[in-house]
């Protein structure tokens, strides 16, 4: 012969040593289903971990937008006040209605501007994120008798005393 092998030979390529290789290859081709749903289910329990306090920390960065409106709202009311006998109405400042962003909306309470004070309000809006903002969905600046204090409150009466839990950075 002319040293090249017989191709019909048995001896050349037995099955035996193909078969079992490419059966090898054929499974490690991809993953099984056991993988998948254990991939899967670790996806799953990170996401129910991560998500809850991903929307905790951006409900937390979005108090800055009522923080900024209500700044603004002070601002207004001092410059009105330092022409005027008494602190101003939200017409009179002409506040916007709404935050910057549109979280929150902002009031001036009717009634609270008087020569020594006002109250400014921002309200999370309703059918944001912003609204489930536990306790902090009232955010509020009083002035009284020239003493500044900070409120909040998810409903109902704004706490004046405790103001670290949603004005604290």
């Known amino acids: 012969m002319n040293g090249r092998p017989y191709l019909g030979s048995r001896r050349y390529a037995p099955l035996m040593q193909i078969a079992p290789s490419a059966e090898l290859a054929r499974r490690q081709a991809g ?4 993988e998948l749903l ?3 289910s670790l996806v799953a329990i990170l996401l129910a971990v991560a998500l809850p306090t991903f929307n905790d920390a951006q409900r937390k960065s979005r108090r800055t937008d009522a923080f900024n409106a209500l700044n603004l709202g002070q601002s207004l009311e001092e410059r009105w006040r330092s022409n005027n006998s008494a602190y101003g109405t939200a017409s009179d400042l ?10 929150y909306a902002i009031a001036v309470s009717d ?3 008087t020569a020594t004070g006002y109250i400014l309000t921002a309200t999370a809006v309703s059918g944001l994120s912003q609204a489930a903002d536990t306790g902090c969905q009232v955010m509020a600046v009083k002035m009284d008798s020239g003493n500044l204090f900070y409120g ?7 706490d004046w005393g405790d103001a670290k839990k949603c004005w604290a950075k």
């Open 94 to 103: 002409a506040l916007a209605s709404t935050s910057p962003s549109g979280y």
């Open 111 to 113: 009634g609270s501007n």
């Open 38 to 40: 254990i991939a899967l």
């Open 152 to 158: 909040s409150t998810s409903a109902g009466t704004v």
């Open 31 to 34: 993953f099984t289903l056991i």
